[in-house]
């Protein structure tokens, strides 16, 4: 039988042809001639999408022993138990369950949203699954464990098993099988990461390095690391940065009008400063750089780190300070805890030590004789305690309050600092606050009010950039002008592509600096950036279609001409969905109406868009932009 579309030779009865994977239907066997492009079918669902994912595996330890000594409904209670701990663990990071196998549970961090975080959400996960599991209890059996595998890596995620009882959403890839050959390593109440996981993570966690291990299946050695714990830090900087922070280029003016503001607020004239740019603009290290140019002089530091985990749990921030603040560690008791909160805030009268006591989960001791306050009552007193509290520290040396991220503020933390502003506005006070554009806090209209927009740096800042990242071995030519024109000056982007290229085998170092091995290909988007702009594309929902299609064509498409290959999308659905794409500051714009023309800002974006389609639909898809070219 002859393939309809690319004339391949397929056997008699064939349901799909060997050569393109078009569906071979009875119109195929006709040889009726085929109208519309659009009109084969992928080989690949879809729904099917080509992206990183980061998978965990947990295994039940033990449940076949546990099986033969106990009945099989109360074995039934037990996995059902044993499933809902995990699912309840994992919902807070926005872990999606894909899998009950019996004693097992797999998870998936990055689908069907990803976030530019997915592997620390899976082991901040998993470490609340180890407790969790631990307190689970079953008759006769004193304690469970859990051991889990974590793995990191590319895979096509779609429905399998199309049209079947059995069909599922599933991943297909070396990844779930490493996480759970990780988790067969692991001991009971353990976490394994495989490698890639671990460059991904901040170093927040506490992690053992297990060497080289024998993996089944895997011709190579991998490289393994146990979680042993997650460190306390400050900011995500210093968790990002333990070792030594990245360099900063091109951002003198910035830091000079930020230093301008301290001295005004070291003088008695507080200053308030919102940092706005774009994820990886250098928002952080313009922060960390005004501590460093601070840390010779008399000064208080408090950093209120925003979480996308907690924005709707209140003083979130507050509370990881205070604790930070008091020096209270996991291995202090509640009494310790009390003791040190109460020496940091003596100077609080009982009323507000009560609240701020109460706010940090400890008891107050009856440190008030009245009614317990209604929940408006206590939360005007606990704001009240930290205003008092941070006006104290003011009074003894300037302070500087660095709010960082705050576009996952909660409600509650964003009220305070705006209580901050308002009534310490003659107080040593700089507060300093970094956010992205699309979702800056309220802070009301404070005279004292400084806005800075960053801006992306220019192509001698970015040479110089990738030249602080090789330790100045100079890179060829052409290699750093595909770098460049690829990061489009996100100095994020900027280290991580220079870094994967160091990494990747296509260079060696000789006297006169690097030189390509071979041929340059095109650059691959880094693994530490896949999230990050994964994350972005998944956010606009139905416009994520349309941007993949005008991915497709190029960095630079008609308004027409996608029109034309996307040929069952309403103008108006269109419009809109170019409008969210601008308005997401994916796409420039140029021109009004049938006539504009759009390009995606960053080239990595777009590249992004472009990749996360499976082969075969890709190739469809080319298809119809040539039959619309034509």
Known sequence: MACPACNHANPPNSKFCGGCGTALNESASRKEPLTDVAAPAAAAPQDAQRRQLTVMFCDLVGSTALANRLDPEEMRAVLRGFHSIVGAAVAPYAGHVAQLLGDGVLVYFGYPRAHEDDAGRAVRAALAVLPAVAALKASGVQAMQTRIGIATGLVVIGEIGQGTPAAEHSASGETPNLAARLQALAAPGE?????????????????????????????????????????????????????????????????????????????????????????????????????????????????????????????????????????????????????????????????????????????????????????????????????????????????????????????????LIAKLVDRLRDARFLTLVTCRPEAMPELGKPAHLTHLTLNRLGQRQCAALIDAVTLGQQLPQEVQAQIIRKTDGVPLFVEELTKTVLQSGLLELSDAGYRLTGPLPDLAIPSTLQDSLMARLDRLSEAKDVAQAGAAIGREFSRSLLSAVLQTTAAIQLDKSLADLEGADLLIRRGEGPSATYAFKHPVVRDTANTTRPKTQRALRHGQIAAALE
């Open 191 to 415: 976490i394994v990461l495989s490698q890639t996981t671990r460059q991904l993570l901040e170093a927040s966690f506490e992690l053992h390095p297990l060497g080289p291990l024998a993996v089944k299946g895997f011709a190579a050695p991998v490289h393994a690391w146990r979680v042993t714990g997650e460190r306390a830090s400050a900011s995500r900087f210093e968790a990002q940065h333990d070792h030594a922070p990245s360099v900063l280029i091109g951002r003198d003016s910035e830091v000079a009008l930020l230093l301008d503001r301290w001295a005004l607020a070291r003088d008695g004239e507080a200053q308030v400063v919102v940092l706005s740019g774009e994820a990886g603009i250098g928002k952080s290290r313009i922060g960390q750089a005004l501590r460093e140019r601070l840390a010779g002089e008399p000064h208080a530091t408090v950093v209120l780190q925003c979480s996308p985990y907690f924005s709707g749990s209140a003083l979130y921030p507050v509370v990881q300070q205070l604790k930070l603040a008091a020096a209270i560690t996991g291995s202090d008791t509640a009494s310790q805890q009390r003791q040190k909160v109460a020496a940091m805030a003596a100077a609080l009268a009982p009323e507000g030590m009560g609240a701020l006591l109460r706010l940090m989960g400890l008891p107050d001791d009856g440190l008030t004789t009245e009614p317990a306050p209604l929940p408006q009552q206590e939360k005007a007193r606990t704001l009240q305690a930290l205003v008092e509290l941070i006006a104290g520290v003011a009074r003894q040396q300037p302070v500087l309050l660095w709010v960082e991220d705050a576009h996952w503020i909660d409600p509650t933390t964003q009220e």
